[in-house]
């Protein structure tokens, strides 16, 4: 889920708001792997706030290893996925220089260049489980474009089944107000930004069919009673793609202006996780996927209800 950009009127509220809006840029990819993060004194004058209330956001985003700063050069995006990320022990560690590393058997991708590889086959097929689909839209117009644009030769199918949060249902655990509280209003605001994107990638799949340039496109889309703790993609059968929606404090601006603490995942762009089944693939890889298979199947067919839009 994520912000919808204003800035919030009440002071306690706006590092965390100005937290959220490069936490977006960060995961949308606006801002790249290694990329030098503006100033405190620019962002400042970005986004009408003070230096400590900059200093503020930066810390918190350096807590969720986002970025990183460093001493005289200032404040950069984290390592590139796939790269062994080193960060700061702990205080008493043995080990004062690093304390932890990514794996490096499942090392961490973005979601692009799989959808890149998904688009050229002859018969595309995405199952997702996720809670917005904000990350998949923005990729799959990207996709129609290549294929309008004569850059990649069109599937003859294109399937997606998307499974996504019934944000009419009072069980979500997120988003929800940090006082535990649920909210209608914060519920309400997450469907808006589902409904949006579903949208977008519906008339991106349907605009090639259309044009006559893809002959068959399905888009399904059902709802579940709860919030999705890890965001799924199952590309073309063999490949899944997943990531942890970690929630996080963060500020939601409500229809009505007001400004409330929630709880929330901000999974746009997030670091997911490859496991593909092919014939070189080893026998973990090749598991995962089948048992992701599995469970999406099993949760659409068992648990889900057809989307009213």
């Given at each position: ?15 965390r ?15 790249r ?9 620019e962002?400042?004058q970005?986004f ?12 918190l ?19 590139e996925?796939g ?7 702990p ?20 979601l ?14 995405l ?38 949060p019934n944000t ?6 997120i988003?929800?107000?940090?006082t ?16 949006s994107?579903v949208?977008m ?8 069919r259309r ?8 888009v399904?889309?059902r ?6 703790q890890?965001?799924?993609?199952i ?18 601006t ?29 026998p ?10 599995k ?6 067919d068992?648990?889900?209800t057809?989307?009213?839009?």
């Amino acid at each position: 889920m994520t912000s919808d950009g204003s800035a919030p009127r009440d002071a306690k509220f706006q590092y965390r708001w100005v937290a959220d809006e490069l936490r977006k840029e960060i995961n949308s990819e606006a801002r790249r792997p290694g990329e030098r993060l503006p100033t405190q004194e620019e962002l400042a004058q970005r986004f009408k706030v003070s230096r400590a209330t900059v200093n503020q956001a930066l810390s918190l985003l350096r807590r969720e290893e986002l970025i990183v700063t460093r001493q005289g050069s200032g404040s950069f995006v984290a390592s590139e996925p796939g790269e062994t990320r080193h960060v700061p022990a702990p205080a008493g560690h043995q080990d004062s220089d690093v304390w932890a590393v990514v794996s490096e058997r499942v090392p961490p991708v973005l979601l692009k260049p799989y959808l890149v590889e998904a688009f050229e086959a002859n018969v595309v097929r995405l199952d997702v489980f996720s809670m917005t689909t904000e990350s998949l839209a923005a990729r799959v117009v990207d996709q129609k474009d290549r294929i309008v644009a004569g850059e990649i030769s069109p599937p003859r199918s294109i399937t997606a089944r998307l499974m996504l949060p019934n944000t009419e249902s009072t069980a979500l655990a997120i988003p929800r107000q940090v006082t535990g509280d649920d909210d209608p209003r914060v519920r309400q605001r997450l469907g808006g930004i589902l409904r949006s994107h579903v949208t977008m990638l519906r008339s991106a799949l349907f605009e090639l069919r259309r044009l006559k340039l893809v002959e068959e496109v399905d888009v399904q889309v059902r709802l579940v009673p709860f919030a999705p703790q890890v965001k799924l993609y199952i590309l073309n059968n063999r490949v899944v793609l997943q990531g942890f929606y970690i929630p996080e404090e963060g500020t939601a601006t409500l229809p009505d202006g007001e400004d409330v603490a929630t709880y929330d995942a901000y999974g746009t762009g997030a670091t997911l996780y490859p496991f593909r089944a092919s014939a070189d693939s080893t026998p973990e890889q090749v598991g995962v996927v089948r048992a992701a298979r599995k469970f999406f199947n099993s949760t659409w067919d068992n648990l889900s209800t057809k989307a009213p839009f």
